[in-house]
């Protein structure tokens, strides 16, 4: 299955990312989408990446290893403030977290961490916020949620590459 990083692209989304910029991903897992957005800001922006899952960040770290721009951290997503000292103001923030509380995850590290005027990219897994309502009513829901502080600058369902997931690009107000 390709990242859905890769897929949004394949869709048309420009990704509003520069040679420079710094970026939080939380959800980094094995790296993968990590190390593709670690090649788009060049060395000479960094990529901090976020995993709970102590299996996954022991692969994380080989490849953080091979790239001097991106640094694995193990910590719960949910609580910033325990790696609000590890991090800096960043640019963009990257969430690919498939968790019922992702919205809720997603907003708390926008809080503090995104500079104004950054953006804020989530793939929102419909399935996992609600497996009865249908993935335009769950999206509904959450535009709601995130125009609250953000602007939304982009929705792009990521059908067929992956069923059930929505890719949507906001900007901090
Ligand atoms: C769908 S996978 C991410 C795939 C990855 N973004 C890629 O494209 O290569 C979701 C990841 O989120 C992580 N995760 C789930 N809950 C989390 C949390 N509360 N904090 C940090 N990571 C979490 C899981 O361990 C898993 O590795």
Redesign the pocket.
């Known amino acids: 299955m390709i990242?859905?990083?890769i897929a949004a692209m394949k869709k048309g989304t420009i990704i509003p990312l520069s040679k420079g910029d710094v970026v939080l991903?939380?959800?980094?897992?094995?790296?993968?989408?990590?190390e593709i957005i670690a090649e788009l800001v060049g060395e000479e922006g960094f990529v901090f990446c976020?995993?709970?899952?102590p299996d996954?960040v022991r692969k994380l770290v080989e490849v953080c290893e091979k790239h001097e721009n991106m640094c694995p951290l193990l910590?719960?997503?949910?609580k910033p403030e325990e790696y609000s000292d590890k991090i800096t103001e960043v640019d963009m923030i990257?969430q690919?977290?498939?968790?019922k509380?992702q919205v809720d995850?997603f907003l708390k590290n926008i809080a503090r961490f995104l500079k104004r005027g950054g953006f804020a990219i989530i793939?929102l897994?419909t399935k996992s916020i609600d497996s009865v309502k249908g993935k335009e009513e769950v999206l509904e829901t959450v535009k709601k949620e995130l125009e609250k502080g953000l602007r939304i600058v982009s929705i792009t369902d990521l059908d067929p590459y992956h069923k059930d997931h929505y890719f949507i690009i906001c900007r901090k107000k």
């Open positions: 990242s859905k990083l991903y939380l959800g980094a897992s094995h790296g993968v989408t990590p976020l995993d709970v899952a996954v910590f719960d997503a949910n990257y690919d977290i498939t968790q509380s995850i793939a897994k």
